[in-house]
DNA sequence: CACGGTAGTAAGGTTGCCTGACTGTCAGGG
DNA sequence: CCCTGACAGTCAGGCAACCTTACTACCGTG
């Protein structure tokens, strides 16, 4: 049975932090799902934070939690997951012991421009549902507001 | 300190689900730090799911549930918060003796009518940030979306 | 070469949910 | 009637995704 959502009184307007809720969630479940089909397994949604702040070159925890907004605690425990699952290695710095070099596995490699294809699918299909223009306007609206309104908020993790 | 970031290799373009949620975020952060500015005590981001979906002649808490898609148990939570800090009421309804009947008290709708107020403001200064019409395609494309996309997806959470 | 600073780890706590098991109440049929 | 299945809500315990505090190993500089 459906969810029955009974009727609604008063509210007018869904609140605005509500439908960017769910369509961050729509796009996420779109995009684990797909990346599940396509055989990357144990990727969840938190291990976006990873994905998407890594370098090319690799890069280190310290800068992982930076650049996410995380502490370096968290970001530990999401790059040993994606250790244990393959898709990224820790290697010793050599020019500094006390660090590590994050560096995606070719397997990791994949799942990354996979996730960046697919995320790159759903906005196409969107612009096809709404109009290409709308969806142009979706995404630089969204960016406008995080330029202007941040002053200096660290980023709330969020995964691609 | 102002969060260094460093110098991003890759990544073009930032990905929709993470700028969806900065965006979110920043509105909701906004809300809740005026909603204390204003003395609205103890009132946290999940009790939107309390605010959002409670009907004017009172709910209950199955409904509450079934309309937010959270558990009883998760709702019962936050209403007994809620109740602590006098925004809400429950009293047996005398109908159905099983049922309590979840209901805003004077402060409680006070605080509702102040959210609302408080996310047309926000509504209203992205607009002049902006552009009207950016803001109000950037609405318009996001409830498509989520009529869309939604063949049966119960609401996740997500507060007002 | 001592010493303050940085890289990463370890241990334990908090928040926001969930599942499973339970109590009390209702309503319809035998 | 009263019995039984369904429903309203609570209680107990668990898990995920974080955080803080405390530590060890290594760095560079004076």
Do not use: C, N
């Not at 660090?99 to 096809?128: H, M, N, Y």
């Amino acid at each position: 049975m459906t969810t029955r959502s009974g009727p609604r009184k008063r509210q007018p307007t869904v609140p605005l932090p509500a439908l960017l809720t769910q369509v961050r969630d729509i796009a996420m479940g779109g995009l684990h799902q797909r990346l599940a089909d396509e055989g990357f397994d144990g990727i969840r949604y938190v291990h976006g934070s990873v994905f998407r702040f890594i370098d090319d070159e690799g890069s280190r925890l310290t800068t992982l939690a930076e650049r996410s907004g995380l502490t370096k605690q968290a970001i530990s425990e999401l790059v040993g997951e994606l250790e244990d699952h393959g898709y990224v290695e820790r290697i010793v710095d050599k020019a500094d012991r006390r660090a590590k070099i994050i560096r995606l596995t070719d397997q990791g490699r994949l799942a990354q421009s996979a996730a960046a294809r697919i995320l790159a699918d759903v906005e196409r299909r969107w612009s096809r549902l709404l109009g290409k223009d709308d969806v142009a306007v979706l995404r630089r609206a969204l960016e406008q507001v995080v330029a202007l309104e941040t002053a200096d908020t660290p980023p709330t993790s969020a995964t691609p």
